[in-house]
């Protein structure tokens, strides 16, 4: 098996959200479905672009290395830090397929030493399909917590997304790994994600609200997918300003934790990446107009067309946040 290389053992990746002072090195860069795909380092996320202001890239303080693909994973370094993906496009059974690419990017990591998953971001074809227990998302999370129950050894899970495209868009997972151990955020207005009750599939979702990784100067926060559910329930079924509305104020609830337990709480000014998951195109004008009035910088935020985990939700929030000023 070929290496990631070069990599520098114990090197602080300088993970930067805005490109740094004097330049430097992307580690990647994530393209929209239909957008070409020129470099190296560019990763597809593979939902339609609604509106966004040139690609999401994250940049380094430091050099990385060059795209590798190894038995299936795709994967790029920097110092302790990779980004791999996988993709499968047969996702007949949707179990079946979260189980092997899961299983697959953990023997990678395994392999090349990453030994911590900061986030996962999932695409998963006609994730809503299916009633009760066998709707794709819940057979989805059934895969992703078998693989996980078999290959992790940790006390945490990492943050996660996980959202639908069409009928093409197989199953897609994105890891960031770590040499080190991320700092684990809940949100307590909302019941932990694999503490949810039974009634929302034979599997609760692998995934905590959010971690931090330092990356020089503070941290950077890393926000599961959000939406407007407060305990377990789904709240306003039917109003986009309602979940919009929601999705906010457990942002806040969830920076109020991250300031109790980082010390310093994240501003939606900071550095800062957000991806805004749309059921319906037709809510972009209203959805764009209360995250601008809420204080997010507008030029920061990408609008992907997608389908959410739960029938009944139209909006889904996910971003990464500096916790500190740059
Ligand atoms: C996943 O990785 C995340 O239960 O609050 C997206 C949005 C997801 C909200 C939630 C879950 C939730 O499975 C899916």
């Given at each position: 098996?070929?290496?990631?290389?070069?990599?520098?053992?114990?090197?602080?990746?300088?993970?930067?959200?805005?490109?740094p002072?004097?330049?430097?090195?992307?580690?990647?860069?994530?393209?929209?479905?239909?957008?070409?795909?020129?470099?190296?380092?560019?990763?597809?996320?593979?939902?339609?672009?609604?509106?966004?202001?040139?690609?999401?890239?994250?940049?380094?303080?430091?050099?990385?290395?060059?795209?590798?693909?190894?038995?299936?994973?795709?994967?790029v370094?920097?110092?302790?830090?990779?980004l791999?993906?996988?993709?499968?496009?047969?996702?007949?059974?949707?179990?079946?397929?979260?189980?092997?690419?899961?299983?697959r990017?953990?023997?990678?990591?395994?392999?090349?030493?990453?030994?911590?998953?900061?986030?996962?971001?999932?695409?998963?074809?006609?994730?809503?399909?299916?009633?009760?227990?066998?709707?794709?998302?819940k057979?989805f999370?059934?895969?992703?917590?078998?693989?996980?129950?078999?290959?992790?050894?940790h006390?945490?899970?990492?943050?996660?997304?996980?959202?639908?495209?069409?009928?093409?868009?197989?199953?897609?997972?994105?890891?960031?790994?770590?040499?080190?151990?991320?700092?684990?955020?809940?949100?307590?207005?909302?019941?932990?994600?694999?503490?949810?009750?039974?009634?929302?599939?034979?599997?609760?979702?692998?995934?905590?609200?959010?971690t931090?990784?330092?990356?020089?100067?503070?941290?950077?926060?890393?926000?599961?997918?959000?939406?407007?559910?407060?305990g377990?329930?789904?709240?306003?079924?039917?109003?986009?300003?309602?979940?919009?509305?929601?999705?906010?104020?457990?942002?806040?609830?969830?920076?109020d934790?991250?300031?109790?337990?980082?010390?310093?709480?994240?501003?939606?000014?900071?550095?800062?990446?957000?991806?805004?998951?749309?059921?319906?195109?037709?809510?972009?004008?209203?959805?764009?107009?209360?995250?601008?009035?809420?204080?997010?910088?507008?030029?920061?935020?990408?609008?992907?067309?997608?389908?959410?985990?739960?029938?009944?939700?139209?909006?889904?929030?996910?971003?990464?946040?500096?916790?500190?000023?740059?």
């Amino acid at each position: 098996m070929s290496s990631v290389e070069p990599i520098k053992p114990g090197a602080l990746s300088a993970l930067r959200l805005t490109v740094p002072a004097g330049g430097g090195e992307h580690l990647a860069r994530f393209r929209s479905a239909g957008a070409e795909r020129t470099g190296t380092r560019d990763f597809l996320l593979p939902l339609e672009l609604l509106e966004g202001h040139g690609p999401e890239t994250w940049w380094l303080g430091e050099d990385a290395a060059p795209r590798t693909t190894v038995a299936g994973v795709q994967a790029v370094a920097a110092g302790d830090l990779l980004l791999c993906e996988a993709f499968e496009a047969d996702t007949r059974d949707p179990r079946k397929a979260a189980r092997a690419l899961y299983v697959r990017l953990f023997e990678f990591l395994q392999a090349h030493d990453y030994g911590h998953v900061v986030k996962g971001w999932n695409y998963l074809a006609d994730i809503n399909q299916g009633h009760g227990d066998t709707e794709r998302y819940k057979q989805f999370c059934l895969g992703r917590g078998e693989a996980l129950d078999a290959a992790w050894n940790h006390e945490y899970l990492p943050a996660g997304t996980g959202v639908g495209g069409g009928p093409d868009t197989g199953l897609r997972v994105t890891l960031l790994a770590s040499r080190q151990a991320p700092r684990v955020i809940e949100n307590p207005r909302q019941v932990s994600a694999f503490r949810y009750p039974r009634q929302y599939g034979p599997q609760s979702p692998s995934f905590s609200r959010a971690t931090t990784i330092g990356n020089g100067r503070g941290e950077l926060l890393f926000i599961s997918g959000t939406a407007a559910i407060v305990g377990h329930d789904s709240l306003h079924a039917a109003s986009i300003e309602g979940q919009v509305g929601e999705t906010l104020r457990n942002w806040q609830s969830l920076f109020d934790a991250c300031e109790r337990q980082c010390g310093a709480r994240p501003s939606l000014a900071n550095e800062a990446w957000y991806r805004v998951y749309l059921r319906h195109p037709e809510h972009l004008d209203i959805t764009r107009e209360l995250l601008g009035v809420n204080g997010l910088p507008l030029e920061r935020v990408h609008f992907y067309r997608a389908d959410i985990c739960r029938r009944e939700l139209l909006f889904e929030l996910d971003g990464i946040i500096g916790v500190r000023p740059a």
